[in-house]
């Protein structure tokens, strides 16, 4: 586990991000746990709510604005079915590791995500 996040290879950090994506343990990212984990990645947990708190206004006053984030469960979406498209050789609308790992290679966000992932471990 946490030997991963900080030591790992890049295909052990391959392996650990393909399994976090597979949400159900069938060896294989389906389309629709695909959906679900990159919305999570933009919106955090919030299930019912589209809306996340702005940063908090420089000027003080604790005053916190609410911001609509609704446009990104379409444009998650599209991004999923795009990346699906490209990389879901087979067409079995899931993908293998080996899809996975070439998607990681090619797409410059995915690799980028894979090498740092120690850094979704906050500092104490």
Known sequence: ????FFAGTREQKLKLAFNMFDLSGSGYISRKDFKKISIAFIVGNRKTQW???AAQYPDGGGKTE???ISFFKPVTELMVDMAMLEYDRDNDSKLSFEEWQRYAD??????AFVDNMSALIPAR
């Open 51 to 53: 809306t996340v708190p």
């Open 106 to 111: 090619e797409d410059r966000d995915v690799s």
């Open 66 to 68: 609410e911001l609509d």
């Open 1 to 4: 586990g946490a030997y991963v």
